[in-house]
């Protein structure tokens, strides 16, 4: 119940600073001189990165141990099993690319 509140309480957090340059005022970032909304690029592009990072690499974990798990029940079904998963893993790492190429997009606009 109290990991449940937390996951809440933190996505909800997350979910309101992410809503901050959605209301920003055009006028008052032209007044400033783009440098909030800059700021935020940045720190978008980050936090993008970090969890397309994170995420892949969760992935990546699982299907490496079920792959491995699978072998070791049947070692003779390594052959079916390794190619499967060596395209699985680069899917999985063209996604995390794909992030990482928006955010190099995201810190070009600054």
């Given at each position: 119940?109290?990991?449940?509140?937390?996951?809440?309480?933190?996505?909800?957090?997350?979910?309101?600073?992410?809503?901050i340059p959605?209301?920003?005022?055009?006028?008052?970032?032209?007044?400033?001189?783009?440098?909030?909304?800059?700021?935020?690029?940045?720190?978008?592009?980050?936090?993008?990165?970090?969890?397309?990072a994170f995420?892949?690499?969760?992935?990546?974990?699982r299907s490496?141990?079920?792959?491995?798990?699978?072998?070791?029940?049947?070692?003779?079904?390594?052959?079916?099993?390794?190619?499967?998963?060596?395209?699985?893993?680069?899917?999985?790492?063209?996604?995390?690319?794909?992030?990482?190429?928006?955010?190099?997009?995201?810190?070009?606009?600054?």
């Amino acid at each position: 119940m109290v990991k449940r509140f937390l996951r809440t309480a933190a996505s909800t957090l997350v979910l309101m600073l992410m809503a901050i340059p959605a209301f920003a005022d055009a006028t008052s970032a032209a007044q400033a001189g783009d440098t909030s909304v800059k700021a935020w690029l940045a720190i978008a592009s980050g936090i993008g990165i970090a969890i397309a990072a994170f995420g892949g690499a969760l992935g990546q974990g699982r299907s490496i141990s079920s792959a491995l798990d699978g072998i070791a029940r049947n070692p003779g079904a390594s052959g079916k099993i390794v190619t499967p998963m060596i395209i699985g893993l680069a899917l999985i790492e063209s996604l995390v690319i794909y992030a990482f190429v928006i955010a190099f997009l995201l810190q070009g606009k600054i």
